[in-house]
């Protein structure tokens, strides 16, 4: 019995599937009879139509930040799709999101993981293959790369993690501006608190969790856009 908040993601191959609703039902169906029965809430449902070969994936990401925002559950209706995407894959894991499949509820983050390690994998092949060459290259007298692993390169640990930290923080407000936009786009809220209220009945939370408050919705406002 499904738990809890949920976003669902669904793809369709082709801009008429999306106009028409062609498949897209099917998958809306399948997602809705699996969480049936349980105490949940679906927050938002995102659309893909792309080709199957399209790396670009805005409605994932848009899913993705949502899941990441509010701590809710990826849902899709079937996984043998969007498993062979390695796209989707890679944007899933990086993500951190909890994940479940409609057609196979068992499959989880490990089964993710699974799947894409059979991919990092081929790209270790790769990297092996590479170094070979390049070790290959130095026996016959090629000159590569320059001094590595110096002291200045330890120094710079505590910076590099500090703006790895800001980078991080500056890419949360950017997709809970994105948010914000949204809302006030298709709804009445225009001042702060009411802002506020939006992101809570969304299940977004805080930066630092908890309930959003109009001192925090004007920090994300006013933040400079980070480069």
Same mark, same amino acid.
């Given at each position: ?26 998958? =809306? ?60 894959? !890679? ?15 068992? !499959?989880?983050? &490990? ?32 000159? &590569? ?8 390169? &330890?120094?710079?640990?505590? /910076?590099?993690? /500090?703006?790895? =930290?800001?980078?991080?923080? !500056? ?7 994105? =948010? ?11 001042? &702060? ?12 939370? !805080? ?21």
């Amino acid at each position: 019995m499904a738990q809890g908040n949920f976003v669902a993601y669904y793809r369709v191959s082709t801009a008429r599937q999306g106009r028409s609703g062609l498949g897209l039902e099917a998958q =809306r169906r399948a997602v809705t009879d699996f969480l049936d029965g349980g105490s949940w809430e679906l927050l938002a449902e995102f659309v893909e139509v792309e080709s199957g070969k399209a790396d670009d994936r805005p409605q994932l990401e848009q899913a993705l930040a949502t899941c990441e925002l509010s701590g809710a559950t990826l849902v899709v209706a079937k996984l043998d799709r969007l498993s062979r995407n390695l796209a989707f894959l !890679a944007k899933l894991q990086d993500s951190g999101a909890r994940f479940v499949a409609a057609d196979m509820p068992e !499959a989880n983050e &490990l089964t993710i993981h699974i799947m894409a390690a059979v991919a990092q994998a081929e790209r270790k092949a790769i990297s092996t293959r590479t170094r070979e060459a390049l070790a290959a290259a130095k026996a016959r007298g090629v000159r &590569l790369g320059g001094n590595r692993g110096n002291l200045d390169d &330890l120094r710079k640990g505590p /910076a590099i993690s /500090a703006d790895v =930290r800001g980078r991080h923080a !500056a890419e949360r407000a950017l997709k809970v501006r994105r =948010r914000i936009d949204a809302i006030t786009a298709e709804t009445n809220a225009k001042s &702060l608190r009411q802002i506020a209220a939006a992101l809570n009945a969304r299940g977004i939370t !805080a930066p630092r969790g908890g309930k959003w408050h109009a001192a925090q919705v004007k920090a994300v406002l006013e933040r400079p856009a980070r480069p």
